[in-house]
Structures are given as structure tokens and as C-alpha cells.
């Protein structure tokens, strides 16, 4: 049974290299290891992945030396990316056309990765689409939400947890 959503977002830019997120990516597979082994159903979602399906793919090798049989979803706004990446979907990755409601068909991850999608929209915008997204975590998930350089020499993240405080002004 699909559940249907109305899709909570706009298209950005899209621009993206392999190994961008590496930093972070790293920084994941340490912090949350423990709840990516405890799961019993290890799903983590690279949100807002771009015009090429590198950084989840990026991703789900990274988190498969804690958790082997991880599931990465890519999730994107734009019908043309999640079209294009479809060559690269497996058994561990896949792709999914959504924005911040983050339809996984009644699954709840472990991690949502969003990274240089909010800094393209405006300040207003982030508070609701913070709650939007934890609110569809798994219990004891995490968002991590940040930005980087073009080749992510330099990055900068929030991690925020259902408890966190997301309040917009």
C-alpha cells in the first residue's frame, strides 16, 4: 500500500560531485552506528541528492561497513533526477520522488541526510521543513542537515532528533 503525500518542496540546483559528503558521511557512520546496528529495519534517506545519484550511493557504501544490509533511499522533488538515477538502484539503494514529507511507504529511518538543499531556500522556510522531516524519523533518528563547498573541503551540519527544538521564526 502506497501512501500518498503531497510533495513539501521546491527544485534547487542540484549541483553535486562524488565523495561532497564525505566529511559528513564519515561523521554519520560513527555517531549513529549504534542505532543503524540496532534497527530492525536500517533505513537511511539521502535527501534532496541532486542531478546525479553520487552522494547516496556515496552514502550506503559508507554506512554498509557498520550495517551491511543498509537501505538508502534517495529521495528528490524533481521527476527527471529520480528518473535518471533509477540505473543505479539495487537491492540497498533506491530512488523516490518526494520533498521534506519523506514517503517511504510507512517506513521510518534511521538517519535523514539533507544537505545543501535549505540553505537555497529562504530562513522562514527551515523551522517547518525541520519538523516536517524529524517528524518522520524512527525512534532514536536523527536529521542532519547542513551545508558544504563545491568538493566539501569545508562542512558544517545540525544533527536534530524528534526532541530537538525545530521552531521557525
Do not use: K
Not at 536523527?142 to 562542512?155: I, K, M, P, Q
Amino acid at each position: 500500500m502506497t501512501r500518498a503525500f503531497r510533495r513539501v518542496g521546491t527544485i534547487t540546483r542540484g549541483t553535486t560531485h562524488p565523495n561532497r559528503l564525505r566529511r559528513v558521511d564519515r561523521w554519520i557512520a560513527h555517531t549513529c552506528a549504534s542505532a543503524l546496528r540496532s534497527s530492525s529495519d536500517p533505513v537511511v534517506v539521502d535527501h534532496g541528492y541532486g542531478a546525479a545519484a553520487w552522494t547516496p550511493r556515496d552514502l550506503r557504501d559508507r554506512l554498509a561497513v557498520v550495517r551491511p544490509d543498509v537501505s538508502v533511499v534517495g529521495i528528490e522533488i524533481d521527476p527527471e533526477r529520480v528518473s535518471a538515477a533509477m540505473d543505479y538502484a539495487d537491492e540497498t539503494l533506491s530512488f523516490r520522488r518526494g520533498g521534506f514529507e519523506v514517503p517511504l511507504d510507512f517506513r521510518a529511518p534511521v538517519v535523514i541526510r539533507a544537505f545543501n538543499v535549505l540553505r537555497q531556500y529562504d530562513e522562514s522556510e527551515v523551522g517547518a521543513a525541520w519538523r516536517t522531516m524529524t517528524s518522520r524519523l524512527a525512534p532514536g533518528g536523527v536529521l542532519v542537515e547542513g551545508t558544504c563547498d563545491e568538493l566539501g573541503r569545508h562542512a558544517w551540519w545540525v544533527a536534530m532528533d524528534t526532541g530537538s527544538e525545530c521552531r521557525g521564526r
